[in-house]
């Protein structure tokens, strides 16, 4: 997998691979996560999915030559997909999550 494809990835189908990965390590090295409501665990993860693509767009740019100014090929769709992938996460585990 070329750099290029690697920001591809993680600017849509890679952004929940990625937060997975950041969520465990925030876990196994934070201890008190554990203790976070619910409900802060998921502004976490949301926060996360659109940090992510938005990274991944901030190096596209800088160094694959993306257009840093075209709003609707750039940062639009990493904010799109990283929408997408919260709301996937949160329909695919809220009914797991305890209430609170």
Do not use: Y
């Not at 160094?63 to 992938?85: F, I, S």
Request: overall charge positive; glycine content about 8%.
């Amino acid at each position: 997998m070329s750099w290029s494809q690697f920001l591809e990835f993680l600017r849509g189908p890679g952004i929940n691979a990625a937060v997975g990965v950041l969520v465990f390590f925030l876990a196994d090295n934070w201890p008190q996560f554990e203790m976070l409501a619910p409900r802060l665990k998921r502004l976490v993860v949301l926060a996360l999915c659109l940090v992510v693509p938005l990274l991944a767009t901030l190096l596209s740019v800088a160094t694959l030559g993306l257009p840093v100014g075209d709003w609707p090929l750039t940062w639009w769709p990493a904010l799109v997909a990283g929408a997408a992938a919260f709301s996937a996460a949160t329909v695919a585990h809220t009914s797991k999550l305890p209430a609170g």
